[in-house]
């Protein structure tokens, strides 16, 4: 399966299946390129049984997320929740992509990117999270990966805050400030976003690309 270009504003889930995601629920040997999803709103609090909730899939495997991204809100009671896919199954790419996706999850394997990763070594890569994360488990919070301490080139908000609370604590990404986000260098330069692909119209206004 290849998407590319799929634009989804203002969507809107309140939802009683399995796996939910912004633009699919399972992404299985699936190419998502140059796509978004904004104005999300995912509720899946009625329901703990979930297995992978995220802004753009809910669960992945043999899948590939490239210049991508997501925003919104996720509210949800699930085993792995995060901003661009909740639950990865196995050899899962993300790169060049980010999610603005405030994260409120009441159970664990919480992440900005990804709540629960058994993917490629050194992936996510080049990925930005700037949303808030807030997780009813306390130490299985985190900014890129849920369930994983990554040390490649990832990145995040430095003023975001974690289970309501400003913090500095990272897991190898490196902290941004508003002034890097303001910067098209950063984009460009640091998560070598293309400039084809991206718009960096709204960058230096506190805007994302």
Known sequence: MG??????????VDADVVHVGGIAGIAQ??????????GMNIDTTSYAGFLGVGGLAGKSSYSRFVNCYAEGT???????????????DG????????????????????????GNYNGMENNPNNALFVGELQSGKIDDVYRIVGNLQLKTNNYAFEEQHLNGFPSTKTTGEVLLSREDLNKKETYVELLEFDENIWDFSQVGNDGLP
């Open 3 to 12: 998407i590319d270009g799929i634009r989804t504003a203002a969507a809107g």
């Open 29 to 38: 040997f699936a190419e998502i390129n140059n796509s978004f999803v904004s």
């Open 74 to 88: 996720i509210n949800a009671s699930s085993q792995g929740v995060g901003g661009i896919i909740g639950y990865d």
């Open 91 to 114: 050899n899962t790419l993300i790169q060049n992509s980010y999610a603005n996706v405030n994260i409120f999850n009441t159970t664990s394997r919480t992440g900005g990117i990804a």
